[in-house]
């Protein structure tokens, strides 16, 4: 996923990737805490950085602005 695939979505779109994203994130530190071998770390580390993504682009759409 890159920012420009995110710029096209609105606003609800970018809510429920987020949402998508940290259950994926969750799902996987849980796993970890079971199997620290079984989960590829660089799945986890791609999860932050799309959300971070997400994030980033949502507040753009804001203008910048706390809501």
């Known amino acids: 996923m890159n920012a420009a695939e995110l710029r096209g979505k609105t606003e609800k779109e970018l809510r429920e990737e987020l949402l998508a994203l940290r259950r994926e ?33 949502m507040n753009e759409n804001r203008g910048g602005k706390e809501s």
Do not use: C, E, Y
């Open 25 to 57: 994130q969750f799902n996987l530190r849980m796993q970890q805490g079971i199997n620290p071998d079984g989960v590829r770390s660089d799945r986890i580390t791609s999860v932050r950085k799309d959300i971070a993504r997400v994030k980033t682009v």
